[in-house]
């Protein structure tokens, strides 16, 4: 099962406790109490794995170590370990006490989650003129303690949209070699697929169906991954008995959703455009073009077909060099 959002407490480490302790060499009897180690933080770390909130899903609370407390002779008690849980990039994060929140979005990226505890003065700091043989400690403090919401949002650069079947499976497996499931009925992708065309990422969103705004089918679920998805291929299927209806039910949902979606550069494909014949691939592509949709025939198994889509992956691919290159120009058309 997909997983795109957990809530996790997390706990970070307490600091370690202040030592009191001397000196047991005669004339040099002075304090040598060490300090308590510092708590364990708790960070967030951007990865490029898709699933890693599955490993996440089962756990309630995770925690940092405890710092060590001091001893003797000057010896500071060891910090306590760090805590690194690892999230794919472009989750939110929110926290559920204060509402801040925040996207991590590169793979390495890191986030302070919970600060560890500091760790108390053992008495070799009390020293003082006045105070030679002092038996003061400090107790470590507390590490920080919040519940976090992390919730996924695909990065791609293209997204793959259209109703059930349209055909975006097959697709995204004969441009990248991904394993996403492939069969003629609905909902047979049933969480997103990720493949790289030459560095263009490309991610295959489960099908949407009329409604997917208000809840129904899968489609709601994913429609969230949508809004990072840069460019957006439109699929259509040739055996469609209607391709202007289908087209508007996928576009009536993005509107519906979010402004955002409407808004976005997109390519429209009439795809398996192999299973029917010529003649009605040429009037299906008329009819579109009456309301305005210019629609590109692909058939994963025609090569020069897919070399139209492949011409506009390269350009993608060109402008997403130039934009990482130059990012404060970012990546528009």
Known sequence: MFVDEVTIEFVAGDGGRGAVAFNKVRLSQGPTGGDGGAGGSVYLEGVADLTVLNTLSSH???????????????????????????????????????GFGREIESVGERMLVAGGGRGGRGNFKFRSSTNTTPKEFEEGSSGDNATYRIEMRLIADVGLIGLPSAGKSSLL?????????????????????LGAYYGVIIADIPGLIEGAHLGKGLGYKFLKHIERTRVLFHLISCESDDPVRDYKVIREELRKYGTKLGGKEEYVFLAKSDAVGHEEVVAKQAALRKTGITAIPVSIIDDASMDSMKKILNEIGVLKGAAEANPIHGYAR
């Open 60 to 98: 309630k609370i995770m925690r940092a170590g405890h710092g060590k407390n001091g001893r003797g002779q000057f010896l500071d008690g060891a910090a306590g370990s760090n805590l690194i849980v690892r999230v794919p990039i472009g989750s939110r994060v929110t926290n559920l006490a204060t």
């Open 173 to 193: 497996n004969a441009l990248t070699g991904a394993k996403s499931r492939v069969g003629n009925y609905a909902f047979t992708t049933l969480e997103p697929h």
